[in-house]
């Protein structure tokens, strides 16, 4: 092709041809940059939700008492416990998990998670924790948004729905083992928030960033 000065025909053959090269490649497509967007919005949702779940657990567990607010109780899990659903499975195995599948598990978790906290919320006594306990929720419930829309930019589908799960007492048989319950509410998802930051941490780096090219039309 000529490039010889003058010749503005095959300069703007030449970059029409590289722009259409452009367009077919995936880092440049406009679905990665959407997908890039949504997964840095959870993640900075992620980030603030570990902060405000910082601020909750404090005051919680003072609202719980003795033993749960003494900062070395670490109790086992009790079988009253067992259905809130649990971060702890072994690191290795969770990273061996394609995208989807965590992504998914994530989902699932948070949901169950959120209907746990709106029971505590309604048990409350302390109208000042509640509100705090409100404003929570409502941010679990932005992430859990957030998660859905991260995998359908990526083309996933979303978890077949979980109905409306709902938290119950029935079955725990004294006040000790329900404020156990809460407490592993609040420890599972700390360890929750934790890995996901973790996950779309490294989800947004398998995504190149969207480049714009900008060309000037001087010469045309």
Not at 13 to 28: G, K, Q, R, S
Not at 37 to 51: P, V
Not at 72 to 93: C, G, H, W, Y
Request: charge should be neutral; hydrophobic fraction near 40%.
């Amino acid at each position: 092709m000529d490039f010889r000065p003058g010749n503005s025909t095959g300069i703007f053959v030449f970059l029409l041809a590289t722009l259409l090269h452009l367009v077919t490649v995936p880092a440049l497509n406009i679905t990665d940059s959407t997908a890039r967007q949504s997964i840095q919005k959870t993640y900075d949702l992620t980030k603030y939700l570990e902060h405000q779940l910082q601020s909750l657990a404090g005051p919680y567990l003072n609202y719980l008492g003795p033993p749960f607010n003494e900062p070395d109780f670490n109790p086992p899990r009790v079988s009253a416990t067992e259905k809130i659903p649990s971060a702890m499975m072994d690191i290795q195995l969770w990273r061996n998990l394609n995208d989807h599948l965590r992504l998914a598990e994530n989902y699932r978790a948070y949901s169950h998670l959120l209907c746990y906290l709106r029971g505590i919320d309604g048990e409350v006594a302390w109208a000042e924790l509640r509100h705090n306990l409100d404003h929570f929720c409502s941010s679990l419930q932005g992430l859990i948004i957030s998660i859905a829309g991260v995998m359908s930019s990526l083309g996933y589908p979303l978890p077949p729905q979980l109905g409306n799960p709902t938290r119950t007492r029935a079955g725990v048989p004294n006040d000790f083992l329900k404020k156990m319950d809460d407490f592993w509410l609040l420890k599972e998802l700390q360890t929750w928030l934790w890995r996901s930051a973790r996950d779309f941490n490294q989800l947004k780096k398998k995504i190149p960033p969207f480049v714009a090219i900008r060309l000037d039309a001087h010469g045309f």
